[in-house]
C-alpha cells in the first residue's frame, strides 16, 4: 500500500499546550499536505510544503519535511479546544513524468484538546 | 477558487441496490477524483476521473463496482454497485485546480441496511 502512517493514532493534550504529529511516506513526493477533519465532515486544507522546501509557517502550524528520512511533522502552537478534530498528512507523490496529482493520505492522528 | 457541490449529503440504501453520487464544481478542471472514507479510517482513492477517457481505478477498485462518468470538465458521478454494508462510507470528490489548492467535496454519507 503507498498509504503514509502517521503517528500517533491519538493525542490528547490540555488548551495551550503544544501539539506535535509525525508522518512517514514511502515514495518520492512533490509535495506534502496536511488537513484537518471534524468529526466525519469535510476536509479542510491546512498547508501545503513541496519537497524542495524544509519548513513552512502558517499561523498557529509549524510543517517540517526531511525528504531524506521520508518523514513531515506538523506542530500546532498554543492548541485551543477548537483545534479538535483528526489530522491527516497526505503526499502527491511523484511519478516517472512529475506530479501524479494523486492525493495519498495517511492514517491519520485523531486530536483531542481539553479544555 | 473553485466551489465542489457533492450530492446527496447521506443516503440510508438497502442491501443490492445502487446509489449514485454526484459532483458538481463551479469552473471547468481537468482532473477529479474519488475517495471512500470507511468509519474510523482515512481517506482511500478510489479512482481518477479524466474527461474524454474511461476513470484509471486504483487497485482493490473495479469499474463494475464502482463506475464513474465525467460527461463534461465540470461534472462527475460515482455510483456504488450492489451495496452491500461493508460498502458504508463517506464518500467524496476532489479536484486539482492547478498547483495548490486542492478542493473536497463535503461528502456523502452512506449506511447501507
Known amino acids: 500500500s503507498q498509504q503514509g502512517e502517521e503517528d500517533p493514532q491519538a493525542l490528547s493534550i490540555q488548551e495551550g499546550e503544544n501539539a506535535t504529529m509525525n508522518c512517514s511516506y514511502k515514495t518520492s513526493i512533490n509535495n506534502l499536505q496536511w488537513y484537518r477533519q471534524n468529526s466525519g465532515r469535510g476536509l479542510v486544507h491546512l498547508i501545503l510544503i513541496r519537497s524542495n522546501e524544509r519548513e513552512k509557517h502558517s499561523g498557529r502550524l509549524r510543517v517540517t519535511l526531511d525528504t531524506s528520512k521520508k518523514s513531515s511533522s506538523l506542530l500546532i502552537t498554543a492548541s485551543r479546544a477548537a483545534d479538535t478534530a483528526s489530522y491527516f498528512c497526505?503526499?502527491?507523490?511523484?511519478?516517472?513524468?512529475?506530479?501524479?496529482?494523486?492525493?495519498?493520505f495517511g492514517t491519520g492522528t485523531l486530536l483531542a484538546v481539553q479544555p | 477558487s473553485a466551489v465542489i457541490s457533492q450530492k446527496p449529503s447521506r443516503d440510508i440504501c438497502q442491501r443490492g441496490t445502487s446509489l449514485t453520487i454526484q459532483c458538481q464544481v463551479d469552473s471547468q478542471v481537468t482532473m477529479m477524483f474519488w475517495y471512500r472514507q470507511q468509519p474510523g479510517q482515512s481517506l482511500t482513492l478510489i479512482a481518477t476521473?479524466?474527461?474524454?477517457?474511461?476513470?484509471?481505478?486504483e487497485s482493490g477498485f473495479v469499474i463494475d463496482k464502482f463506475p464513474i462518468s465525467r460527461p463534461n470538465l465540470t461534472f462527475s458521478t460515482l455510483t456504488v454497485s450492489n451495496m452491500s454494508p461493508e460498502d458504508s462510507s463517506i464518500y467524496l470528490c476532489?479536484?486539482?485546480?492547478?498547483?495548490?489548492?486542492?478542493?473536497f467535496g463535503d461528502g456523502t454519507r452512506l449506511s447501507i441496511l
Open positions: 476532489r479536484t486539482r485546480e492547478g498547483f495548490h489548492p486542492q478542493h
Open positions: 497526505a503526499t502527491d507523490f511523484a511519478g516517472g513524468g512529475g506530479a501524479t496529482n494523486k492525493l495519498i
Open positions: 476521473a479524466n474527461q474524454g477517457s474511461e476513470a484509471t481505478y
